[in-house]
T-cell receptor, first 112, second 112 residues
Framework: EDQVTQSPEALRLQEGESSSLNCSYTVSGLRGLFWYRQDPGKGPEFLFTLYSAGEEKEKERLKATLTKKESFLHITAPKPEDSATYLCAVQAGDTGRRALTFGSGTRLQVQP | EAQVTQNPRYLITVTGKKLTVTCSQNMNHEYMSWYRQDPGLGLRQIYYSMNVEVTDKGDVPEGYKVSRKEKRNFPLILESPSPNQTSLYFC???????????FGPGTRLTVL
């Protein structure tokens, strides 16, 4: 059974204080690992897809990296508008139906 | 504007009273799916559809039905709702073979 564990559950940062969110996964044949951002009262918003160990992707202050067992979402010099819940999900390559398995998320709060 | 819409956004109902949550997308996506989001459990897939008239069960299909008669619409039907179906529901869509999944704004359902 595919599993995704995100840590920490919640993180409070000061504006400009860089940090990382962790996503540990077990999956039978990883096809892709996804990061989403979810604001309160809204649906998840797609950020990145990573396909293989060693891959990195960047978008503004966010950088996602992938190893064979985990992914990190690095947040550099965060701003209050980066406050949100960040979700990690994996997709197995051998299921035939390609459903996503999500973690419970990390709630990030960036204080000015 | 490309979007996924859901209606209603909020619904309070009683046990056993049939209800339908509608989902519509204007991006001509083949793939559509329904998720429920519960605290500590993350997003879990209920049903998905690869195209018109093609639907299949996700991870938690019990108590739900879906239909896909038109490409743009994918309604979620609860024939006899129970309190354990109280949850936040999201519809999502994407082009088959791509990774970017677009989520709707969510429907908060309470079953008394």
């Amino acid at each position: 059974e595919d599993q995704v564990t995100q840590s920490p559950e919640a993180l409070r940062l000061q504006e400009g204080e860089s940090s990382s969110l962790n996503c540990s996964y077990t999956v039978s044949g990883l096809r892709g690992l996804f990061w989403y951002r979810q604001d309160p009262g809204k649906g998840p918003e797609f950020l990145f897809t990573l396909y293989s160990a060693g891959e990195e992707k960047e978008k503004e202050r966010l950088k996602a990296t992938l190893t064979k067992k985990e992914s990190f979402l690095h947040i550099t010099a965060p701003k209050p508008e980066d406050s949100a819940t960040y979700l990690c999900a994996v997709q197995a390559g051998d299921t035939g139906r390609r459903a996503l398995t999500f973690g419970s998320g990390t709630r990030l709060q960036v204080q000015p | 504007e490309a979007q996924v819409t859901q209606n209603p956004r909020y619904l309070i109902t009683v046990t056993g009273k049939k209800l339908t949550v509608t989902c519509s997308q204007n991006m001509n996506h083949e793939y559509m799916s329904w998720y429920r989001q519960d605290p500590g459990l993350g997003l879990r897939q209920i049903y998905y559809s690869m195209n018109v008239e093609v639907t299949d069960k996700g991870d938690v299909p019990e108590g739900y039905k879906v239909s896909r008669k038109e490409k743009r619409n994918f309604p979620l039907i609860l024939e006899s709702p129970s309190p354990n179906q109280t949850s936040l529901y999201f519809c999502a869509s994407r082009v088959t073979g791509t990774d970017t999944q677009y989520f709707g704004p969510g429907t908060r359902l309470t079953v008394l």
